[in-house]
Structure formats: C-alpha cells, structure tokens
C-alpha cells in the first residue's frame, strides 16, 4: 500500500499569542478523533486496466481516513520554540530531548514522568541484586571447585605415599629374601580424569 499524509497548519491560542505546532503527528501523548473514513473503489476501464498490467499492479481503491482535533482542544505543547524570519513563533521536535502533544497538564506529565522514573530506579536496583547474585554463585561455585580439586590432590597424594611406605617394605622383605625388584615410579591405582574412582583400562605407547 501506499500511504500519504496532509495535514493542514494549525495553532495555540492562549489569548496572548498564536503558536503554530509542526510535526504533531510524530509527537508523544498525540491523538486526534477519526472524523471520517470511506473508501473509493478505482474505476474500470481499459486505460486503468492496461496501466494496471504495465505496473505489475492492481488498484482496488482509495482509503482516506480524516482526523480532526476539536476546536478549543486543550493540549500541553513540549518541544522547541524557534521564530522564522517573518516573526511566527512555532514548536517543533528538537534534534535531542522529547516532544510532546498531551491533552494533559503539565503537571500530569511531570508527575507520570516521575512514576516512570521511579519503576526504572526499582528495576536497576532489581537488576543489581541479580548481577550481585549471580557474581556471588559464580564465586562460591569458583571456591567449591578449587577445594574440591584440593581435597582430590590430598587424597591423591596420601594414596601414593601410603602406597609407597606398603611397596618400600615389601621391598625390604622381599630383598631380606633375596627376591627384591627395583620399582622406578610408585602411583595410585586412581582414574586420572576424576581423580576419584580407580581405573580400569591403560593405554600403552
């Protein structure tokens, strides 16, 4: 569909002066009331269908949709006030900053601003408590596994040694008897991936 927008100049009136609002449309808090909307069936006709043809398109119709804003509306007007070369006052949108068209008072605006203002502060602060939480679980999950790999390389190490004192003294004996064998490297029977169960096979290169 294509769509097209006219809007026709409008302004406020305070009794003191006229300002003329641009740019309503694309404005926070702007509504208008649908007046009229009817749509126009395009006639046929061979000049119509052979465009149509030559377009790639069909034209069904038009739809036009009018908005009207009430005289003696009152609306609340933020934005930017600047002044032509001939002397007329009129808002617009800034290039930084809001712009609003509220049938609301300015104290209304403020005082939803504030309650926004307000959610955003408790949800940064919600937000904060869970970075806290997970930095936290991250540590004690970091701690428990450090001492967990501690309390794996003692049991390790007690195992090796209490296997070694066992082999030195069947060594011992064994060389009282005159049938002793020199052992290079004494190691724990332990997996060396989990460090906790015994293994059960050995690669040999």
């Known amino acids: 569909m294509l769509s097209m927008c006219k809007e026709v100049p409008w302004y406020l009136d305070d009794e003191t002066g006229r300002v003329y609002v641009v740019g309503a449309r ?16 395009s006639g046929r006709s061979i000049v119509r269908g052979t465009l149509d043809y ?27 006030a600047v002044k032509d070369d001939i002397g007329t006052i ?34 940064s602060f919600g937000l904060t408590i869970f970075g806290v939480f997970l930095i936290t679980k991250h540590a004690i999950h970091y701690y428990l596994e450090r001492r967990r790999r501690w ?22 004996l064994k060389a009282e008897n005159g049938t002793g064998t020199n052992q290079d490297c004494v190691m724990p029977d332990l997996c060396v991936i989990c460090l906790e169960q015994e293994y059960n096979a050995v690669f040999i290169q």
């Open 54 to 80: 030559l377009q790639g398109l069909k034209m069904l119709g038009v739809k036009r949709i009018e908005q009207v804003l009430p005289t003696g509306s009152s609306l609340t007007v933020v934005g930017e």
């Open 151 to 172: 309390e794996l390389r003692r049991r390790v190490l007690a195992a090796a040694a209490k296997r070694a004192g066992s082999d030195n003294e069947d060594s011992t």
């Open 90 to 123: 009129r808002i617009q949108k800034p290039q930084k900053g809001p712009f609003y068209v509220s049938p609301k008072s300015i104290d209304q605006l403020v005082s939803n601003l504030g309650k926004w203002t307000r959610w955003y502060k408790y949800a």
């Open 26 to 41: 694309g404005a926070v808090g702007f509504a208008l009331t649908v007046g009229s909307e009817v749509f126009e069936e």
